[in-house]
């Protein structure tokens, strides 16, 4: 109703009048889109930086509804919303044990290997440098496996777990799941994992990095080809300690994103749960194949003349992982002891370095992973996202779902974050080393992409248009009232300087209260993409022009201010925009959120006390943003806020088709 209002809405004649004025700031630099929360607290605002990533784990944790949604802020990346859905455990599986055993590839390892489920696959193996060899199974998204070793679809780099394959239900159920997304898939066998013995004395171990660095390097043949990683278990601490040790320095491998759940971050502490009670279970499993191992090698090695470098009677008399590592993984690795190894082989020392986007989703009930073990947000860096929920076992997650393979939750979860990142980047953000390479597929993709914005030189041919006309222009005959009458108002920088007192620079310019006065309002009022070609809002008054560096809209006799009652015991959202959105993006964002707002469709409406648009482009407080806030009342509901939060977030990502954007569950 209120878009087909503004078929007429040129004809009207405005109350006010807006223009741009020029300045010399140049905003075109590439950057991204972020979200934090604050609370209003005894009339001043305290900003809860960590909000970003509001559902952290430890004693940050927070609730499921809290969970579900989720808006990442890194200052590399142009990435907007992502979407956890809740995991909601299947009622059969609530008991740890049975989760993991059921649910992961920890069953298989009782019977035979899997098959590989019908996935057409090819085997390549690569010559290390030390001497040895690595294989891996690739499979591609499209066309024949063996092109995805050298095609420029992106490609996830997926690792397993201790003593596991590529040819496992979890691993082939991943490979799916990220094919599914368009990517192609490189399952990187550890050595001696992939069915056949590798030829130097070490095998493999927990922070094991240096093939996965070797199979980047093969991979990324071209700046266009964009390398992911995915892990569970082992590999998962693998690739977060590698992430930490590239830091800024992963761009020259090409990796632009990983996700990995079940990572035994600090595996001294690990290692003591699978050291007893059910633990010792597990662990037996694993020394099932582990011992073996260790003994062909060591025959081998004699057979050759070499020294074996552990002591292979201890090893086989190994009753625990502890055990076998001590005496055996440590000393060929060069470690004076398992606690040196685990020490230094653990990821969680290395999550603050972290630059590219990572997904770590632990289950807080894993019989291997000490829930004591799991970071928490002041142990990460801003671009690591941690999602732990209270069940889901050692890679298993089974889940409720019963329109599908429950055992696919943990999967596609993984796979469309890895998607999200990738749709970010590649439509979002040109990145300059890769000059000549994308900006020709990122200008056709942006030139094909209509968004809400009543900028002309965006949208010149957008049209708000419905099947009955004379619907339309019986409508437009009615002037049809809103739920609440709301004022727009103004905040005023006088000469480029900040004035401190608030009060007095902010001041209320018009009001409406049906759908025809908000687009005789609406029609002139400059759209923020304006702002992006070094342009001010100004008004023109009897004393000379003023800047204009919020605009705000507010419900009727509620000041945009915080010693407002209506305000004094809320909070509100706030989103960073920044100008590698893009305009149109930006536009879209904001019309959506007013809409949504004086529509009345944000639920629940009587919540929402106003937004603000704030122009951080430039001026004495310039932070390179476009910064919207949207303000709420009653924050002190915990439930009441995060169900708010869902709802703005889902509204501000609204396309025009009906689609969900950037929101992806």
Not at 95 to 117: R, Y
């Amino acid at each position: 109703m209120l878009a087909a209002q503004h078929l007429a809405a040129d004809v009207l004649e405005a109350p006010i009048a807006w223009f741009g004025g020029w300045s010399s700031r140049d905003v075109s630099s590439c950057s991204d889109l972020s979200c934090v929360w604050s609370r209003h607290v005894r009339g001043r605002r305290a900003f809860k930086a960590s909000f970003t990533q509001p559902w952290k784990g430890g004693e940050h944790a927070q609730s499921a509804e809290h969970a579900a949604e989720v808006c990442i802020h890194h200052q590399l990346l142009s990435w907007l919303f992502f979407r956890v859905k809740p995991f909601s455990p299947a009622a059969f599986a609530l008991n740890q044990h049975v989760m993991t055993i059921l649910g992961s590839e920890v069953i298989f390892k009782f019977g035979p290997d899997a098959l590989p489920q019908g996935l057409d696959t090819h085997r390549q193996r690569y010559d290390t440098p030390d001497g040895d060899f690595f294989d891996v199974d690739f499979t591609a998204a499209a066309g024949p496996a063996v092109g995805a070793i050298t095609s420029e679809r992106p490609v996830v780099i997926l690792l397993h777990g201790l003593e596991s394959n590529s040819r496992t239900a979890f691993c082939c159920r991943s490979a799916r799941a990220f094919q599914s997304e368009g990517f192609d898939v490189a399952v990187l066998c550890f050595r001696s994992c992939s069915g056949e013995m590798n030829r130097t004395a070490g095998f493999y171990n927990v922070g094991f990095t240096d093939d996965l660095v070797q199979l980047c390097t093969e991979l990324h043949t071209s700046p266009s080809r964009q390398i992911f990683l995915s892990g569970f278990s082992l590999g998962g601490n693998a690739i977060c300690k590698l992430l930490g040790e590239l830091g800024e320095d992963v761009a020259s491998l090409g990796i632009k994103g990983a996700a990995v759940c079940s990572v035994p971050f600090m595996p001294e502490v690990c290692s003591a749960a699978m050291d007893a009670g059910m633990g010792r279970l597990y662990a037996w499993n694993f020394l099932k194949s582990l011992k073996p191992k260790a003994q062909a090698k060591a025959e081998i090695l004699k057979a050759r003349g070499e020294p074996v470098p552990y002591d292979l009677e201890k090893t086989l008399q190994a009753e625990t992982i502890g055990d076998f590592d001590d005496a055996c993984v440590a000393p060929l690795y060069g470690f004076k002891d398992k606690l040196d190894y685990y020490r230094t082989q653990g990821s969680m020392r290395f999550l603050k370095h972290v630059q590219v986007p990572l997904l770590a989703m632990n289950a807080k009930d894993d019989p291997l992973v000490d829930p004591t073990s799991l970071p928490t947000s002041e142990q990460v860096s801003e671009a690591v996202l941690l999602y732990f929920p209270e069940f889901g076992g050692h890679c298993a997650f089974i889940s409720d779902d019963s329109t599908g393979d429950p055992r696919n939750y943990c999967p596609k979860l993984l796979a469309s974050f890895l998607r999200h990142v990738y749709d970010s980047g590649e439509k979002l953000c040109h990145r300059p080393e890769y000059e000549g390479f994308d900006r020709a597929i990122r200008d056709e993709v942006l030139m094909e992409k209509m968004f809400l914005s009543f900028n002309e030189g965006i949208n010149d041919k957008l049209q708000f248009v419905q099947e009955d006309e004379s619907e339309t222009m019986e409508m437009l005959k009615k002037d049809l009232p809103l739920q609440y009458t709301w004022s727009v108002w103004e905040q005023v920088t006088s000469d480029g300087k900040v004035d401190a007192n608030y009060s007095q620079r902010t001041q209320k310019v018009a009001s409406f209260g049906t759908v025809q006065d908000f687009w005789r309002l609406w029609n002139h009022v400059p759209q923020p993409s304006t702002l992006l070609e070094s342009k001010r809002i100004v008004r023109e008054q009897h004393d000379g022009l003023h800047v204009i560096d919020a605009l705000m809209i507010f419900r009727d006799n509620i000041r945009p201010e915080w010693e407002d009652p209506m305000n004094a015991k809320g909070g509100h959202f706030q989103f960073q925009l920044k100008p590698g959105a893009g305009p149109g993006q930006i536009d879209e964002y904001w019309n959506n959120l007013v809409l949504g707002i004086i529509g009345a469709t944000i639920e629940p409406p009587n919540m929402i006390t106003g937004v603000r648009l704030v122009d951080k482009l430039s001026g004495p407080r310039a932070a390179g943003v476009l910064r919207i806030e949207v303000w709420f009342t009653e924050s002190d509901d915990k439930d009441a806020v995060g169900a708010l939060r869902k709802n703005v977030e889902t509204c501000m990502a609204q396309k025009l088709d009906g689609g969900k954007g950037a929101v992806r569950h």
